[in-house]
């Protein structure tokens, strides 16, 4: 018998998007599938939109909720699929995304948690292809050493049962990989593009990407007692490097010298490292701004 899937989409005021993202997983074909929308009240289309498709939908529902997060967990509590996954109401799934995932799945049992490749796309953006490198330990994904955009990720439903921290309104799929991979979890590499992330004026990562730096930041500080050894002095030397750059972006190059500086007694090992050197860099002009920010590998 086939393995069953649960995509869940939660979905607030989404309209202009919300139809292509529905219809990117039901022209998947793929059975048995359990597709869950949990929407937040909307008071725009979106509704009208769902109910076109609640036929083929296995729960739908429309209420004020606290959030992205809590109608993610609110799907996940009624799931019942071998796997899992979700999609927000801006993104897509791409064709033989779930014919692929699900023979994986199937000839692989004990694959728990697989990433593919995605798409970056967006009216006035640039379409291109994100190769994923996927977090292989806590310390790496801490780090920030990894990219593995949030669409391509499909789990076996167990190993999240316990629901996404709705203490972390930006990060939380992040924190969800920290917290896997601390447990022993491992996160596969699939060499397919799985989906498209869409990148929009309303989109967390454009409008509001700095506050989802802010709590990467927090989530490092809040693991890093966790990390032993090495790893920990890793994490902690890319925090101060991220401070670094920080502080180099304000004017402030003493204090940006202090924690670069701070940044190599802490992990000296990092010398060799991009992130390193692009601080350096950073400290060293008088003017102007890096083309990419610290943590970018």
Not at 40 to 68: F, H, N, P
Not at 130 to 137: D, T
Not at 197 to 203: A, M, P, T
Not at 268 to 277: I, M, Y
């Amino acid at each position: 018998m086939a393995l069953k899937l649960s995509i869940i989409t939660p979905s607030y005021n989404q309209g202009r998007f919300l139809e292509e993202t529905i219809l990117s997983v039901l022209k998947q074909g793929y059975e048995p599938l359990e597709y869950i929308i949990i929407d937040g009240g909307s008071t725009d289309e979106s509704v009208s939109i769902i109910k076109k498709y609640e036929d083929r939908l296995a729960y739908w529902v429309s209420e004020k909720d606290r959030g992205q997060v809590h109608a993610i967990n609110k799907g996940l509590e009624r799931a019942t699929g071998d796997i899992f996954a979700f999609l927000n109401s801006d993104d897509l799934y791409l064709p033989g995304t779930f014919a692929a995932v699900m023979k994986h799945f199937e000839q692989h049992a004990e694959s728990e948690w697989v990433c593919g490749d995605a798409i970056m796309f967006g009216d006035g953006h640039e379409t291109r292809i994100i190769r994923s490198e996927v977090p292989q330990s806590a310390a790496h994904c801490l780090c920030w050493a990894y990219l593995a955009p949030q669409p391509a990720h499909f789990w076996k439903r167990k190993i999240v049962t316990e629901g996404f921290q709705e203490r972390w309104d930006y990060d939380f799929d992040h924190d969800m990989y920290v917290r896997l991979l601390l447990a022993g979890h491992k996160c596969e590499y699939l060499p397919l593009p799985m989906a498209a992330y869409r990148l929009h004026e309303v989109s967390k990562t454009i409008a509001e990407g700095h506050r989802q730096l802010e709590e990467f930041d927090q989530i490092a500080e809040f693991y890093e007692p966790q990390l032993q050894g090495a790893d920990q002095r890793w994490c902690r030397a890319t925090r101060f490097l991220r401070l670094s750059y920080a502080a180099s972006e304000a004017g402030r190059k003493s204090e940006a010298a202090t924690w670069l500086m701070r940044a190599l007694a802490t992990h000296p090992e990092g010398l060799l490292s991009r992130p390193f050197w692009g601080c350096l860099r950073r400290v060293a002009l008088r003017a102007g701004r890096l083309p990419n920010s610290p943590n970018n590998h």
